[in-house]
């Protein structure tokens, strides 16, 4: 009954930023720990980053640290991504995921998932 929806991807250069937003309606948002995963074409979906559900802790893939941030806000249903310092291998479908009550870094710790937002950055 969870639904998610993403938004703000785009076309960027390496080097620029984008923030991805996941807006999130349904029972027990505030109760899920949620997550940004990624796929390229003819990659496997990979993790990138995840939240609490309260926002107090994160967790992110090695290739993004330092360079994203995930946090939400439970007042508005959202969580975000703010991408840092894009490099041309971040380009992506970026999918929003929530479900479980922590932190998961396999994509079958969800049960929920956004459309996807596509994500592209040239050199």
């Known amino acids: 009954q969870v639904q998610l929806v993403e938004s703000g991807g785009g076309l960027v250069q390496a080097g620029d930023s984008l923030r991805l937003s996941c807006a999130a309606s349904?029972?027990?948002?505030?109760?899920?720990?949620m997550a940004w995963f990624r796929q390229a074409p003819g990659k496997e979906r990979e993790f990138v980053a995840a939240?609490?559900?309260?926002?107090?802790?994160?967790s992110y893939a090695d290739s993004v640290k330092g360079r994203f941030t995930i946090s939400r806000d439970n007042a508005k249903n959202t969580v975000y991504l703010q991408m840092n310092s894009l490099k041309p291998e971040d380009t992506a479908v970026y999918y929003c995921?929530?479900?479980?009550?922590?932190?998961?870094?396999?994509?079958?710790?969800?049960?929920?998932w956004g459309q996807g937002t596509q994500v592209s950055v040239s050199s």
């Open positions: 349904g029972r027990t948002f505030s109760s899920s720990a």
């Open positions: 995921a929530a479900g479980p009550p922590l932190i998961r870094t396999q994509s079958t710790g969800y049960a929920y």
């Open positions: 939240v609490t559900s309260r926002g107090g802790g994160t």
